[in-house]
């Protein structure tokens, strides 16, 4: 099994450009999410879909759009990139019934820079 | 909001000593779950103590909790040069809608 892949695992971008990151699993979990990571701030969730049809705000969506595509994949769009969106983004999936609580399994990430 | 917050955020420690990190935490929750993250990777469960649970051991690792105070520590005894990683706490509550709340983290450098 190859878990959570991610793609791409870099990209440089110029501000305004658009580009979709892109989040697959194969663990047949039904919650995804998307994070960044920005230096001394942690891990915050820009979005998550708890099953597959369902999509929620997390804690710093602005800028962002979202779309689960199926069960197995779950996209992150960026429509207009800005500088401030400079980041590290990893995805992430878990479910409930595997283990009885919210174990979350995690991308290699992608590292995105705005110029 | 950050609902974890973790000291110190930088530790260095030589191979063989013992390392504690400690998290705190602001409203009730079911459990906690310690994460590590290798440098310019995701992040790896480690271990998880439920709110009914005050001490859990896996290995070399010890998580205590204190629910009074809402604290956790996370004790690595013997440590080896790649135990050098950060390592970030996660609170999971009913408020949380089943989202994990992540700490800010704390980078250990463990020298050989």
């Known amino acids: 099994n190859a878990g959570v892949t991610q793609t791409p695992k870099f990209q440089v971008l110029k501000t305004g450009q658009s580009m979709t990151l892109q989040c697959a699993q194969d663990m047949n979990h039904n919650s995804m999410y998307w994070y960044r990571q920005d230096p001394g701030m942690g891990l915050r969730l820009i979005y998550y879909?708890?099953?597959?049809?369902?999509?929620d705000k997390g804690e710093v969506p602005n800028g962002y759009n979202v779309s689960r595509l199926n069960k197995r994949e779950f996209s992150l769009r960026l429509e207009s990139a800005a500088p401030s969106q400079t980041s590290v983004y990893f995805c992430?999936?878990?479910?409930?019934?595997?283990?009885?609580?919210?174990?979350?399994?995690f991308g290699p990430g992608t590292r995105l820079t705005v110029l | 909001s950050q609902q974890g917050e973790e000291d110190p955020q930088a530790l260095s420690i030589q191979e063989g000593e013992n390392a504690t990190m400690n998290c705190s935490y602001k409203t009730s929750i079911n459990n906690l779950q310690w994460y590590r993250q290798n440098s310019g990777r995701g992040l790896v469960h480690l271990i998880l103590i439920r709110s009914n649970e005050r001490e859990k051991h896996s290995g070399r690792l010890r998580v205590t909790l204190d629910t009074s105070k809402k604290s956790s520590s996370l004790l690595i005894t013997a440590s080896r040069a790649a135990d050098t990683a950060s390592y970030f706490c996660a609170t999971d509550a009913d408020n949380q809608g089943g989202k994990l709340i992540f700490g800010q983290g704390t980078e250990l450098s463990v020298k050989p």
């Open positions: 879909s708890a099953s597959e049809g369902t999509t």
């Open positions: 992430a999936s878990s479910d409930v019934r595997d283990r009885g609580y919210n174990e979350q399994f």
